[in-house]
Every structure is written in C-alpha cells, then in structure tokens.
C-alpha cells in the first residue's frame, strides 16, 4: 500500500517555498535534479533538511581536478597585449605566489576559494598582493569570479564607484545593520538618441 504523506500547513523549504513533498521540500526543489534521487531517499531516512541535502548534492558533483587552465583564445590576446612575465599562480604548482615577489606584469589566475588554495590563500588574498605589487611600480591582470549581472554592466560601460561597506538602515527600526556589507555603484549614463535626418542633405 502506497504510503500518504500529510503536509503540514504554513511549512516552508529550504529555499523559502511553501512545502509539496514529504515534510521537506517544494515540488520545485523535488525534481530539481533527477541524478540525485538516491541522496534524497537518504536524505528523507535521515529525516534531514534541504540545506543538508544541497551540501550533499555539492559534494558529489565536485570535481576532480583542483587546477583549471584558461582557455588559449583568453590569454593569448592578453599575452600580446600586456607581455606576461611571471605567473604567481602557475601549474604545476610551485610555490605559495602570496610569499614571494612578483615580476613587472603578472597574469594571475588565483583560487576562486580560499578552501581550494595550497595554503588557504583565496582570490582576496591575491588582490590584496597585485594592489602591493602595483605599489611597487608592478602590473598585475587578475581573471576572477564575477556574477553575471556584473558582467552585464562592465559591457554596457558602466562607471564603477567604491561604496565601501554600507551600514544599511532598518526601514521599521531605524537601526543600523550590525554587519555592513561591501556595496559598490554601477553608472550607467544616458546616451545621446540620434536623430532622424539629423545629417542628411536637403535641396
């Protein structure tokens, strides 16, 4: 006999949905993946929730390889453009590229975690170290992570502005939030519409 499982009401997923499925999860969340049906029974027996199922998900799909290459349709225009001569992040790994100096222009590609580094050293830790080096009369090109609505506005030209990290105010409470978060402005100006027959010939 097929057995019925009662929703409770008001019950929400992980991922804020309201609940369709065995006490746990939203129907989207359910059939997010259909290869991972295995680690949802296991994770049902378990009785655990969506963000525990997630990290497990995560951790299957994880891949083998710890060094990734950048693709030679990339780096060759940015070799003839700048005339790389040090790379602090090279494969085969050498040495910790944070502990050592650079060269006059560096191509760096660093962990994109901290958690993937040799040395625990992520891609803050690397712009910190080429904003050193360009002290010192250095010029570093760094290819990082990025979401893509960013990628977005560096392609519409968008100006970029600091913004620092922002204490944002509780619209209700008036109360500034405890941890303020990095925040940064994107300009988008407005350009000038052209005209029809603005540069055409009359008689």
């Not at 999860?25 to 994770?43: Q, V």
């Not at 060094?67 to 910790?96: A, N």
């Not at 958690?115 to 570093?140: C, L, W, Y």
Request: proline fraction near 5%; charged fraction near 30%; aromatic fraction near 10%.
């Amino acid at each position: 006999m097929k057995k019925i499982y009662a929703i409770p009401k008001n019950k929400k997923c992980g991922c804020g949905k309201k609940i369709t499925h065995h006490h746990l999860f939203c129907n989207e969340c359910w059939h997010l993946n259909k290869k991972t049906k295995k680690l949802r029974k296991k994770a049902m027996k378990k009785n655990k929730s969506w963000g525990i199922l997630k990290k497990m998900v995560k951790k299957k799909r994880t891949q083998d390889s710890e060094f990734w290459l950048i693709p030679k349709e990339i780096y060759g225009p940015l070799d003839k453009e700048f005339g790389f001569d040090f790379d602090p992040c090279p494969y085969p790994y050498k040495r910790d590229g944070i502990e050592i100096d650079w060269e006059k222009v560096n191509w760096v590609n660093p962990p994109f975690r901290a958690k993937d580094a040799k040395n625990g050293h992520g891609p803050t830790a690397f712009v910190r170290k080429a904003i050193e080096e360009q002290m010192n009369g250095k010029t570093s090109v760094l290819i990082l992570p990025v979401l893509s609505m960013l990628n977005m506005l560096f392609e519409a030209g968008a100006e970029v502005r600091s913004c620092g990290r922002v204490a944002w105010i509780n619209a209700k409470t008036g109360k500034k939030w405890k941890a303020p978060s990095n925040c940064a402005l994107f300009i988008l100006r407005g350009k000038e519409l052209k005209q029809e027959g603005a540069n055409s010939s009359h008689d």
